[in-house]
């Protein structure tokens, strides 16, 4: 099975739009039309976004971006420098889940992260009940730091990845 990401286009948001409207995602990503709202503005600067696609076929989506110093500070994540990367993923076609996807594209995406040296590290905030996505950060080379609780959001788990052989802070 080959992975690739490649950059959203317009095309791709009626698909993204059902996976966000679907019961299980809902609950992860909160509202889908702030999301396809965000999703239509042009990404500001420091961020991305990719489809995830497998043998040609769109599976969900993948987001990357530094965080700003309010929402570190907010999340009480004060300690974390704005310079890293913040990860969000969604495996959005359901028979698409468990197959190794989702760990790829967080590999992939850490690993170009990674490569600037101005990135510290790379990190993800996933909800606590969350498993499944704990799980593929883990694979994905993503370690559990910390929780933390994200008001009004809930409770989540602060994953990170450092590059091989750096130091752990």
């Known amino acids: 099975m080959s992975l690739r990401l490649r950059d959203v286009t317009d095309d791709d948001l009626p698909v993204i739009e059902l996976w966000l409207n679907a019961d299980r995602v809902r609950g992860t990503w909160g509202d889908p039309d702030a999301n396809i709202r965000l999703l239509c503005d042009s990404p500001v600067d420091g961020s991305w976004r990719a489809i995830i696609e497998t043998d040609g076929r769109k599976v969900g989506l993948v987001l990357w971006q530094h965080p700003t110093r309010e929402e570190l500070d907010v999340a009480g994540l004060a300690d974390i420098p704005a310079s890293v990367i913040d990860i969000d993923i969604m495996i959005g076609e359901l028979n ?53 609780d994200d008001v009004p959001n809930g409770r989540y788990v602060l994953m990170v990845r450092h590059r091989q052989g750096a130091q752990i802070v």
């Open 96 to 148: 698409a889940l468990g197959l190794g996807l989702g760990s790829t594209a967080i590999r992939l995406v850490a690993e170009d992260a990674l490569s600037d040296p101005a990135v510290p590290f790379v990190m993800a905030c996933v909800r606590l009940d969350n498993l499944a996505s704990q799980r593929a950060f883990a694979k994905a080379g993503f370690r559990k730091d910390r929780e933390f």
